[in-house]
């Protein structure tokens, strides 16, 4: 999708959004500096392919850190104007970046909804140039690392879906990486395969596997108790997921810290500390010197944060939907 976003025409309309949101009250009033930026970035891709450098003159760079908005930001202007027009038969309508999925209501007429589905398949593509593959109505698909399937009763039971080329490279134990990185990984993996799954046989089979292809380099001994203890916490999270405990602490008020960056010494790691305003206002700070080793010895605040997390895919739909694409 990035590449076939022609930049002169993303810079038009993005710019256009830029200016028109940003006149809003209470905005902040850097308008023209960030459509500058916009421009610099999108028009400056440089790539080196073997001893030769190239500028980018179209389509969106694959690696630059703005790709992936502007490409949502980008379609979605199409999205508001065409979507709403389908509401009568497109019931749940989702889009990651180039990924669509969507539950599609057909009409009683077969005739009439294949002809319906048709037009909308021609909507998505009319959106410059930009050209969506769309697969054929079914009551099963794959959706990013999902696979669902509607069952006659409109319930969507739903899987871990896993590419056939996928090699399972994980980490190996000789890695330098610290010590606890494989049990972040047999967390995360078990927290991840026991909320996308519906059916416990399917968890137990896709744990199973993991444990199986984690066992080419680490030992049973090391991986058998971390299992058992991802198993349990992922099960403590899930049954408590929406209580008031699980609810993150507040932010502390930002207008209380300063944040001190020192710049990067021969001698020194990057170190970036924040004090406690009266700490560092009451404390005298000595930075180390070029020629001195010594980290500073005070103790930093930190602030928890958590991103909110996507509990269900879809939910609340109250009749029964015929096919997911």
């Given at each position: 999708?990035?590449?076939?976003?022609?930049?002169?025409?993303?810079?038009?309309?993005?710019?256009?959004?830029?200016?028109q949101?940003?006149?809003?009250?209470?905005?902040?009033?850097?308008?023209?500096?960030?459509?500058?930026?916009?421009?610099?970035?999108?028009?400056?891709?440089?790539?080196?392919f073997?001893?030769?450098?190239?500028?980018?003159?179209?389509?969106?760079?694959?690696?630059?850190?703005?790709?992936?908005?502007?490409?949502?930001?980008?379609?979605?202007?199409?999205?508001?104007?065409?979507i709403?027009k389908?509401?009568?038969?497109?019931?749940?309508?989702?889009r990651?970046?180039?990924?669509?999925?969507?539950?599609?209501?057909?009409?009683?007429?077969?005739?009439?909804?294949?002809?319906?589905?048709?037009?909308?398949?021609?909507?998505?593509q009319?959106?410059?140039g930009?050209?969506?593959t769309?697969?054929p109505?079914?009551?099963?698909?794959?959706?990013?690392?999902?696979?669902?399937?509607?069952?006659?009763?409109?319930?969507?039971?739903?899987?871990?879906?896993?590419?056939?080329?996928?090699?399972?490279?994980?980490?190996?134990?000789g890695?330098?990486?610290?010590?606890?990185m494989?049990?972040?990984?047999?967390?995360?993996?078990?927290?991840?395969?026991?909320?996308?799954?519906?059916?416990?046989?399917?968890?137990?089979?896709?744990?199973?596997?993991?444990?199986?292809?984690?066992?080419?380099?680490?030992p049973?001994?090391?991986?058998?108790?971390?299992?058992?203890?991802?198993?349990?916490?992922?099960k403590?999270f899930?049954?408590?997921?929406?209580?008031?405990?699980?609810?993150?602490?507040?932010?502390?008020?930002?207008?209380?810290?300063?944040?001190?960056?020192?710049?990067?010494?021969?001698?020194?790691?990057?170190?970036s500390?924040?004090?406690?305003?009266?700490?560092?206002?009451?404390?005298?700070?000595?930075?180390?010197?070029?020629?001195?080793?010594?980290?500073?010895?005070?103790?930093?605040?930190?602030?928890?944060?958590?991103?909110?997390?996507?509990?269900?895919?879809?939910?609340?739909?109250?009749?029964?939907?015929?096919?997911?694409?």
């Amino acid at each position: 999708m990035y590449t076939n976003i022609k930049t002169d025409v993303a810079l038009t309309i993005i710019s256009q959004l830029i200016h028109q949101e940003l006149r809003k009250p209470q905005q902040p009033s850097y308008t023209e500096a960030l459509v500058s930026a916009i421009h610099i970035v999108s028009t400056n891709s440089i790539v080196k392919f073997g001893d030769t450098y190239w500028r980018q003159i179209s389509g969106t760079g694959m690696g630059i850190a703005p790709a992936p908005p502007w490409a949502t930001i980008f379609y979605a202007l199409h999205e508001q104007h065409f979507i709403p027009k389908w509401s009568t038969h497109l019931i749940f309508y989702n889009r990651f970046i180039n990924n669509i999925i969507g539950i599609w209501l057909p009409h009683p007429d077969m005739a009439i909804d294949t002809s319906l589905w048709s037009t909308f398949c021609t909507d998505l593509q009319q959106w410059h140039g930009l050209e969506w593959t769309v697969s054929p109505l079914s009551t099963r698909c794959n959706f990013l690392d999902l696979a669902l399937t509607l069952t006659p009763t409109g319930k969507i039971d739903t899987n871990l879906f896993e590419k056939s080329q996928n090699l399972y490279l994980y980490i190996p134990p000789g890695s330098a990486h610290p010590k606890g990185m494989i049990k972040g990984l047999i967390f995360g993996n078990a927290l991840r395969i026991m909320r996308l799954c519906s059916h416990d046989n399917d968890v137990s089979t896709h744990l199973t596997n993991f444990k199986t292809r984690l066992a080419r380099g680490y030992p049973l001994s090391l991986l058998k108790p971390l299992f058992l203890q991802a198993i349990q916490h992922a099960k403590t999270f899930i049954r408590n997921q929406g209580r008031d405990h699980m609810t993150p602490p507040p932010l502390h008020n930002t207008s209380t810290k300063i944040f001190l960056h020192l710049e990067l010494r021969t001698l020194n790691p990057r170190l970036s500390i924040a004090f406690g305003r009266n700490m560092f206002l009451s404390q005298k700070v000595n930075p180390p010197c070029e020629t001195c080793a010594t980290p500073l010895k005070r103790r930093s605040i930190l602030t928890a944060s958590q991103s909110p997390t996507v509990d269900h895919l879809i939910s609340g739909i109250g009749f029964r939907p015929r096919y997911i694409w």
